[in-house]
């Protein structure tokens, strides 16, 4: 497979490192100049990676076209660029939508979106899908899971989910430091933390019969520390927040003002 990424940032580095080494057996990346930092670090680390001269350049050396730019600069590259009619296109482009990007890549046939995370960098976590796409699901099955949906709604819905990310880290980083202010080194502390929500995870995914409610209900001992500190933050709105912290970011992923 000869691989070409529109765009060199911090998700194209995290797919390539995710597919490791391994990726040589299959084929080249191509990937686009800009950053220079990112694409030469990239070049330099897996021989398989070759910077393009041009964005023009990864599409006239690759199959699949990965465009992973930012939403506000999507509109200024990617009408520029010349695709050919066996070129297979997969946008990671959230605020764009799939009509928008069949118009832009045109005469290319095929085109799908999905929506890696940065863990894809070890080999973990999902990647959304739409619609499905074996060639894209066996790339980001690579490195995690592919979850394939045929409903543009639910790919939505799933995008908008994503950005939960940086609030959890936030919220793990608050426990920590907490226990940073009650004497914990942060070393211990930061292991400790993340240690409990690991083993959290790990017993959801485990346990698929069990909803987050009967779990978060197992984890809740009546009148015990859990059942404390979920009505606290119950009480002090910390859910119906985010639920409408993530209606806005579905209004806005919905509203696609690339489109
Ligand atoms: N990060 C994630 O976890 C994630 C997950 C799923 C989807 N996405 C989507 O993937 C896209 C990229 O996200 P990102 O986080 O990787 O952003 P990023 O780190 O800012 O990377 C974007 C890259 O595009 C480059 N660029 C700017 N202008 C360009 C041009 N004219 N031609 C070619 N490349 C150009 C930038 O280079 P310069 O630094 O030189 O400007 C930068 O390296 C976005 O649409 C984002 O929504 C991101």
Known sequence: MRLGFIGTGAITSAII???????ADQGVIHVSPRSAAISTALAQAFPHVRVAASNQAVLDESDVIILAVRPQISREVIPDLRFRADHHVISLIATLSLDALTGLVAPAPAVSKAVPLPSVALGRGPTAIFPPDPIAAALFDRIGTAIQVDRPEVFDALSAATGTMASYLAFAGAVSAWLVRNG????QARHYVASIFDGLSRT??????????????????????????LKHVSDHGVFTALGEGLDAILSRITARPGA
């Open 204 to 229: 959801a995914i485990e346990t698929p019969e069990q909803s987050f409610a009967a779990l978060a209900a197992d984890h809740a001992t009546l009148g015990g520390l859990n059942e404390q500190l």
């Open 17 to 23: 490192h995710g597919l490791g080494t391994s990726f």
């Open 184 to 187: 914990v080194t942060e070393t």
